[in-house]
């Protein structure tokens, strides 16, 4: 089976421009979240997805924008770019909507500048 | 709410055994994970552990939890600098099953 798939790996951005990043679970996997890795703040939490909606979120502003599509696959917008939102995005899925482990991707290094 | 922590730092001799701690502090969580980290990669699942057990064994790998004190801990045996990487122990997120609440990872340097 694939693994989980991100694209792009890499992205340069200017303060201000907005970027999708994009995400394809493991085949048969319905539930999406993503994560945003930073030197300084860790593994945090963005949002899940689940058959296309929403089921949680995390404490990042309104910027930060998801959806996930029939197929599963998953995309996630950040508008408006600040130096800050510079980071490892990390995509992970998992077959169910209990404690099932997160299967994650290789993430997406976003840098603004 | 829920809470993570690791130790930073861990260094071994190549062939010794590496024990890397954790606590956690949402006692609703059910499963404990430990996930480890490449440069330049995502995190790659490597055990986890139901909350009703108290050792998993896998391979090289085992998991001891003491729920009472809301501490887990990896053990790799016989370590070899293959196993240099960051280590993340994750909580399988309790009454939030929607997410997972990471430590802040464990980096371990095997010297040969």
């Known amino acids: 089976k694939a693994g989980v798939t991100q694209t792009p790996r890499y992205l340069i951005k200017t303060r201000g421009q907005q970027v999708t990043l994009s995400c394809s679970p493991i085949?048969?996997?319905?539930?999406v979240s993503w994560y945003q890795q930073t030197p300084g703040q860790g593994l945090q939490f963005l949002f899940e997805?689940?058959?296309?909606?929403?089921?949680n979120k995390g404490n990042f502003p309104g910027r930060f924008s998801g959806r996930q599509f029939s197929n599963s696959r998953s995309e996630m917008n950040v508008s408006t770019l600040e130096l800050g939102d510079s980071a490892l995005y990390l995509c992970?899925?998992?077959?169910?909507?209990?404690?099932?482990?997160?299967?994650f991707g290789n993430g997406t290094r976003l840098t603004v500048t | 709410g829920e809470d993570v922590e690791q130790s930073l730092f861990l260094s071994v001799r190549e062939g010794d055994s590496s024990v890397i701690n954790c606590t956690y502090t949402?006692?609703?969580?059910?499963?404990l994970y430990w996930y480890k980290q490449e440069p330049g990669a995502g995190l790659q699942l490597l055990t986890y552990?139901?909350?009703?057990?108290d050792m998993k064994q896998d391979q090289r790998l085992t998991v001891l939890l003491n729920k009472k004190d809301k501490h887990l801990s990896l053990r790799i045996a016989d370590t070899q600098t293959g196993d240099s990487a960051i280590y993340f122990c994750?909580?399988?997120?309790?009454?939030?099953?929607?997410?997972?609440?990471f430590g802040d990872g464990t980096t371990l340097t095997v010297k040969p």
């Open positions: 992970a899925s998992r077959s169910r909507l209990d404690n099932s482990p997160l299967h």
């Open positions: 085949s048969g996997h319905r539930s």
């Open positions: 997805y689940f058959s296309e909606t929403q089921r």
């Open positions: 949402d006692s609703s969580s059910t499963y």
């Open positions: 552990i139901f909350s009703n057990m």
């Open positions: 994750a909580e399988g997120g309790g009454t939030n099953a929607g997410k997972s609440t």
